[in-house]
């Protein structure tokens, strides 16, 4: 069955931020999945995962997004290579 479409912004404290990005780059860095969770839910990131950064400008503001991007295949890779959840 697929998952329901899902859209959530959280916002985090410095510290929290800092960490989340922490563990990511070293996940990036030794190409290994990378877990986080969001609003509740558990979100395994693989290691092909494609990172990008977009740069937005409107009215008066502006917008950074880091994001990573994959296909969902039902890879379910060893969990014991994988960061714990933060």
Do not use: C, N
């Not at 509740?40 to 880091?66: L, M, N, Q, T």
Request: aromatic share 6%; charged share 40%; proline share 3%.
């Amino acid at each position: 069955m697929a998952d329901a479409e899902r859209d959530i912004e959280r916002f985090y404290s410095t510290g929290e931020v800092v960490a989340k990005l922490r563990r990511l780059a070293d996940a990036l860095e030794t190409e290994t999945p990378f877990r986080i969770q969001v609003a509740g839910e558990r979100i395994r990131v693989p290691a092909r995962a494609e990172f990008s950064i977009e740069h937005e400008r409107s009215d008066g503001e502006e917008e950074i997004e880091f994001q990573l991007t994959w296909k969902l295949d039902g890879d379910s890779a060893d969990e014991d290579d994988e960061q714990p959840v933060v």
